[in-house]
């Protein structure tokens, strides 16, 4: 059973391009969790997904950013339009259930560079 | 706003040395906690977790926790520290209010460096 995959691991965009990054859960998994890292911070986080739904998405900027967990396929991270502010790293998360016993697996992480 | 704290940025130990990582959380009510490691160039991985009873948690490689409720806190503790020991240490909390179950909140980490 794979781990949390994501892709690409590094992203290099320029200043106003976008950037889309990927996330396909654990085999069984149906909640997915985006957490965004900025240099010497901790994980913040930013939304939770469960298949075709945004359920929590309290974490996200207002603008330019979007999430969407396709019934088919991996979940999505969208920055349009990025800007330096948006140099981070991000890290999904996913879960089998939300219970009260909950344990989050983490992929790698997407190292998003914006020049 | 409910926080985590994690108290030393970057420690730096000798091998079979002890270590000690603080970790206090901002809420009065009920909480999971959660000792995360990052190893360099990997995912996140679960160390050790507290849902309830034996405050005293034993975690993956000789790692354990002690969640004192009145302290607010959920040190991390390991006798005797090896070099592959070298990593990022996340301390995580959820919260539990209303019935509602809130999202993980991480702390800035500590990054441990084991000389050997």
């Known amino acids: 059973n794979a781990g949390v995959m994501q892709n690409p691991r590094h992203l290099v965009r320029r200043r106003g391009q976008e950037a889309r990054l990927r996330c396909s859960p654990m085999k069984g998994h149906s909640h997915v969790y985006w957490y965004r890292q900025l240099p010497e911070e901790g994980l913040k986080f930013m939304v939770y997904l469960q298949k075709e739904n945004i359920i929590d998405e309290s974490g996200m900027p207002k603008e330019r950013f979007s999430a969407e967990f396709p019934k088919e396929g991996p979940s999505i991270l969208r920055i349009q339009q990025v800007v330096r502010g948006d140099s981070a790293a991000y890290f999904c998360a996913s879960s089998p259930d939300r219970g009260r016993f909950e344990k989050l697996f983490f992929g790698s992480g997407t190292q998003l560079s914006v020049l | 706003a409910q926080s985590v704290s994690q108290h030393n940025h970057h420690v730096i130990l000798s091998e079979a040395a002890s270590l000690e990582l603080g970790c206090n959380y901002s809420y009065g009510g009920t909480v999971n906690l959660f000792w995360y490691v990052q190893y360099p160039g990997q995912h996140l991985q679960l160390l050790l977790k507290?849902?309830?009873?034996?405050?005293l948690v034993k975690g993956i490689k000789g790692f354990e926790a002690e969640f004192i409720k009145s302290k607010f806190s959920f040190n991390l503790r390991k006798p005797s520290v090896q070099w592959s020991d070298t990593a990022e240490y996340f301390c995580?909390?959820?919260?539990?209010?209303?019935?509602?179950?809130?999202?993980?909140?991480f702390g800035k980490g500590t990054k441990l460096s084991v000389k050997p």
């Open positions: 507290y849902f309830s009873g034996d405050p």
């Open positions: 995580a909390v959820r919260l539990y209010y209303g019935g509602s179950q809130g999202n993980l909140i």
